[in-house]
């Protein structure tokens, strides 16, 4: 069973960085993508960035672009979302998913195989 492990999560001023950590036990899929989903109190969860495991291709929500960068470091079978300019409207627990390539579209939480813990992020005004 593959575990995956978020860090990174605090506590900043609108404006400051966050870098969020998702660590995998294991290798997860052979294709696929890892993905960072967010939720809010009271929302659904939501696509926040994924990166392709097979070419590395990044993926963003409308709302982050241009803020967040995904990425990741195969040799630690580690996943990364340097997050800057956060504003109030990022706050949430942030989670970290592995989905296989069969599993649907990588923008819907459903398809996701594993999830972490989650890590708490608050960006206050």
């Known amino acids: 069973q593959v575990q995956l492990v978020e860090s990174g999560g605090g506590l900043v001023q609108a404006g400051g960085s966050l870098r969020l950590s998702c660590a995998a036990s294991?290798?997860?899929?052979?294709?696929?993508?890892m993905g960072w989903f967010r939720q809010a109190p009271g929302k659904e969860r939501e696509f926040v960035a994924a990166?392709?495991?097979?070419?590395?291709?990044?993926y963003y929500a409308d709302s982050v672009k241009g803020r967040f960068t995904i990425s990741r470091d195969k040799s630690k079978n580690t996943v990364y979302l340097q997050m800057n300019t956060l504003t109030p409207e990022d706050t949430g627990v942030y989670y970290c998913?592995?989905?296989?390539?069969?599993?649907?579209?990588?923008?819907?939480?459903?398809?996701?195989?594993?999830w972490g813990q989650g890590t708490q992020v608050t960006a206050s005004s």
């Open positions: 998913g592995a989905r296989a390539a069969y599993s649907g579209t990588m923008y819907s939480h459903s398809a996701y195989n594993y």
């Open positions: 294991e290798r997860t899929f052979s294709s696929g993508n």
């Open positions: 990166i392709a495991l097979i070419g590395g291709n990044a």
